[in-house]
């Protein structure tokens, strides 16, 4: 280090800024010097050297004046103050206990929506093997397994691939098992083995208040439209309304959104958990007519001709499908992220496709008489981070 001098420059370390001049060397006093001083008096060093110099002056030295102004002033050398390094690390600590306690909350809180893998392992859909779907196995058009080939079709079986697809699953890691009306809020759908519990449920499932707030029930976004129909025997008298089945026997699903309006028209009814029930009721004479959603009763007159007749009540109620995925919010949201992919990317037709291939095709066959809405219902964005996908315009 090196201190600064009285011009405000730093000196080397070591160096002065001056040198003292070696003292000069005594010489012998001329003869002139002797006699001014006066006699000489002997000295006794002298005499033991043998040589004769005057005596020297006994006085007490006198003590060194004060140093002339102009002689410059020694500066030593000291080492520069060192600043304290702990208000440094305090503070360091400090920064490290705040970043700590920000990680700690977005942990316990979040920053924001979810991405869709925390969706995914919030789901647990990467910790299956297979995909189980309860549906409906008895309804042509939506939901049916044919009894030769075992190979299932319908709407709601596409919709099921369509989210299965998105989930990561192939087709056959895509496992379907009938579910009876009754148990679709359970979840739980028959096997070969007795029940299955399944991880979602596709089975022609209308959205309402009451079932939304019922235990084990969390509804998907709506992905299908139709509404209530009657269908009876080809012979049968025309029915403009319910009213027309007043005291009569009619039979509807149980548990099913299509119990009340015939109630209410004062319908003798007769509930089945499986809509083909309703039919072998309807062929054998025992009701007089089966009413529920269009979209199912349409695929019956498609699949059998004339021998029905497809009645058109003009009810005001839609009846909105939805996705039953139990108590599992997370796995909701990633339904919800395909049916609003399919609606709003212009280069996915996946939702159209399935209508065409199932629903369009029996326009012909049920004439003047609804099926469902052409068109995917609405879908709310997902509250997720980002989109997996580059939305259109």
């Not at 009938?178 to 022609?204: F, H, L, N």
């Not at 039953?324 to 609606?343: C, F, M, P």
Request: with cysteine; glycine share 6%; aromatic share 6%.
């Amino acid at each position: 280090m090196a201190e600064p001098n009285a011009g405000g420059r730093a000196a080397p370390v070591g160096r002065l800024p001056w040198r003292r001049a070696a003292p000069a060397q005594p010489t012998a006093p001329t003869a002139e010097e002797v006699a001014d001083r006066g006699p000489a008096t002997e000295d006794p060093a002298a005499e033991a050297t043998g040589a004769s110099y005057p005596a020297a002056d006994h006085r007490p030295p006198s003590s060194p004046g004060p140093e002339p102004a102009d002689r410059p002033r020694i500066i030593e050398d000291t080492p520069a103050p060192a600043y304290g390094l702990e208000p440094i690390r305090l503070a360091a600590l400090g920064l490290a206990l705040v970043l700590a306690i920000a990680i700690t909350m977005v942990k316990l809180f979040g920053a924001g929506p979810p991405s869709v893998d925390q969706l995914r392992a919030q789901a647990g859909v990467d910790s299956w093997t297979e995909l189980t779907v309860g549906v409906k196995d008895d309804q042509p058009g939506v939901a049916y397994r044919d009894p030769d080939t075992q190979i299932w079709s319908g709407f709601d079986i596409d919709i099921a691939y369509m989210i299965a697809e998105d989930l990561g699953f192939r087709r056959d890691e895509v496992k379907f098992f009938a579910i009876e009306s009754e148990d679709r809020a359970r979840m739980q759908a028959t096997g070969p083995s007795g029940r299955v519990p399944v991880k979602m449920v596709i089975a022609s499932y209308s959205i309402t208040p009451a079932r939304e707030n019922a235990t084990g029930v969390t509804f998907s976004a709506p992905y299908l439209f139709t509404e209530q129909s009657v269908m009876t025997l080809a012979d049968h008298r025309a029915v403009a309304t319910l009213d027309d089945l007043a005291y009569k026997k009619v039979c509807t699903l149980s548990t099913s959104t299509s119990v009340a309006a015939p109630e209410n028209a004062h319908a003798v009814l007769s509930r089945k958990n499986r809509i083909i029930e309703c039919f072998h009721e309807l062929d054998t004479g025992n009701v007089e007519a089966v009413t529920t959603d269009a979209a199912i009763l349409a695929g019956y007159k498609a699949k059998f001709g004339d021998k029905y007749k497809h009645w058109d009540l003009g009810l005001e109620t839609t009846e909105a499908w939805g996705v039953n995925v139990g108590e599992n919010r997370a796995l909701k949201t990633l339904v919800d992220l395909t049916l609003y992919h399919s609606l709003r990317d212009p280069k996915d037709h996946r939702w159209e496709d399935a209508y065409q291939r199932n629903l369009q095709v029996e326009v012909k066959q049920n004439k003047e008489t609804p099926i469902a809405v052409a068109q995917q219902p609405d879908v709310p964005k997902p509250n997720v981070r980002e989109l997996p996908w580059q939305e259109g315009p």
